[in-house]
């Protein structure tokens, strides 16, 4: 892609490059053996942790590396580059947010500098087998009992499950009181009595991600598990941390298109029929130039995003849009570079095969895309 996009920095390429070069050695050497353990090695996390790339964007007053929304992004990009859907740190850098923007000043303190070093990993844990897209459903309790909540209920589709030292649960602390009633509570899995994680779920794609299924019983946790210290926050809470979540789906998926774009560019360069070149073909031209297009304007509006994101004005339904469009065109577009590969494109040690299989989530989580419609349609 030849657009320069207008946030980046000397810095911020030299920032990239020592990312290019961790992800290049402690990841891409790994993708195939995480796939089948269905999870990276923990490890992992640590030696992320000393690089500084896990809360790039979070101050270093609590042990993050201090930098804006863009060097974050730089991190997201890369592992898109590298094809890497294994590594969640998505998920461990929203909950990182979520504390920064809504935890206590003690939750904030005590939790970011582990989850920058790598020493704690993260996990939010929304979605119910009964309730995903419906929140409001969410039928997990955390009722007051003497000296602590007491925990019920169970997850699923829970990014980071089986690793996750930390998780964000929705709960409800007051069930009568509908949304009001819902928090955010904070759970500290290492010997919990009571919490147990289900199996790491058989996904379509995304395998080296551990997805699992969480049960709580009777989880005893202390009074000030609640974020921000209040109960009944956590909807408000869920409204204000979500763009951030929905503008990172964009941005992974722009780099997905673009590298998806790269390799067919090489393969159709390579690949001969007919005595040419696929690239030297028509079609194949023309469908790379439209391709090449919609990935410019793509990148143009990611990027508005990201200033937006680092200029603090960034709202629910512009970050809507970025997910939706962007996720619905990372599908499209995959699918269309995947036809030039022919059956090689149907070859799962075929990057692009894989890449069309880690695709089709970006348009269920985060929020179904049919839910970002309707958000948009209430700015109408
Ligand atoms: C790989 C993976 C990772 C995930 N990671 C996490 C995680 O870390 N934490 C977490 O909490 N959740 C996670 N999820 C869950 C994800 O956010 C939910 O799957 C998603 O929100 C949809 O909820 P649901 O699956 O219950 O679908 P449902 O709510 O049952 O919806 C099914 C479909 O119905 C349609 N629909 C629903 N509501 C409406 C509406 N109002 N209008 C129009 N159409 C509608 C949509 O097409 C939707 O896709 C993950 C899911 C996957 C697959």
């Known amino acids: 892609m030849n657009i320069i996009s207008p946030w980046m920095t000397p810095e911020l390429e030299g920032f990239r490059d020592a990312v290019h070069r961790f992800v290049n050695a402690e990841i891409v050497p790994h993708q195939d053996a995480w796939k089948k353990q269905q999870h990276v090695d923990r490890g992992l996390w640590n030696k992320a942790g000393e690089m500084g790339m896990l809360l790039a964007d979070i101050p270093e007053s609590y042990g993050g590396s201090g930098g804006t929304f863009a ?9 898109s580059h590298a094809g890497d859907t294994a590594f969640g740190l998505h998920v461990h850098a929203i909950v990182a947010h979520y504390l920064l923007n809504q935890g206590t000043e003690a939750q904030k303190q005590k939790y970011l500098p582990k989850l920058a070093s790598g020493e704690m990993v993260a996990a939010i844990a929304m979605t119910e087998p009964g309730a995903g897209s419906d929140l409001k459903g969410v039928r997990t309790t955390a009722l007051k009992d003497g000296d602590a909540y007491v925990l019920n209920g169970s997850k699923t589709f829970i ?6 030292d930390l998780i964000v649960v929705v709960a409800k602390t007051e069930p009568e009181a509908g949304a009001k009633g819902v928090s955010l509570m904070l759970l500290e899995t290492r010997n919990c009595e009571g919490f147990r994680v289900g199996r790491i779920l058989e996904k379509l794609g995304q395998k080296g991600q551990d997805t699992c299924e969480l049960f709580f019983d009777n989880v005893r946790m202390p009074l000030d598990s609640v974020l921000g210290g209040v109960e009944g926050k956590g909807f408000a809470q869920l409204m204000n941390e979500l763009p951030y979540e929905r503008t990172i789906i964009g941005v992974a998926g722009v780099a997905s298109i673009e590298r998806a774009l790269q390799l067919t560019i090489d393969y159709t360069r390579e690949r001969k029929a007919f005595g040419q070149p696929l690239i030297e073909m028509q079609n194949t031209r023309f469908v790379l130039a439209e391709v090449k297009t919609e990935a410019t304007v793509a990148r143009i509006f990611i990027d508005r995003c990201i200033v937006d994101m680092m200029e603090g004005r960034m709202d629910t339904v512009l970050a809507s849009m970025a997910k939706y469009w962007i996720s619905d065109l990372q599908c499209a577009l995959i699918d269309k570079c995947l036809q ?13 095969a894989q890449m069309y299989a880690d695709a089709r989530v970006q348009r269920i989580y985060g929020g179904a895309n049919e839910i970002m419609k309707e958000i948009i349609s209430r700015s109408l």
Do not use: D
């Open 159 to 164: 990014s980071n499950g089986n690793l996750a």
């Open 71 to 79: 060097h974050q992004c730089v991190v997201f990009e890369e592992l």
């Open 340 to 352: 030039l590969f022919g059956g090689y494109g149907y070859m799962l040690e075929y990057p692009i």
